[in-house]
């Protein structure tokens, strides 16, 4: 940030007059993320499907398949 601010004087006349937007945007989403993972942990991850048994087939009385 620091270089931009010296490569476009423009910006950091914007900055002094408005304040650094996107700085407070930036500490603002890192704070609504924090506050989510603090009340909607993350998901567990998901299981490995089970295996295929060796259990007959429930359409085994079908021929010609």
Do not use: C, F, K
């Not at 989510?36 to 010609?64: D, F, H, T, Y």
């Amino acid at each position: 940030m620091w270089a931009a601010q010296h490569e476009a004087p423009i910006y950091s006349r914007l900055i002094q007059e408005r304040g650094d937007i996107p700085a407070q945007v930036r500490a603002a989403a890192e704070q609504t993320l924090r506050d989510l993972e603090r009340v909607m942990p993350a998901p567990l991850p998901r299981q490995q499907p089970p295996a295929p048994s060796s259990a007959p087939a429930l359409n085994s009385g079908v021929r010609g398949l």
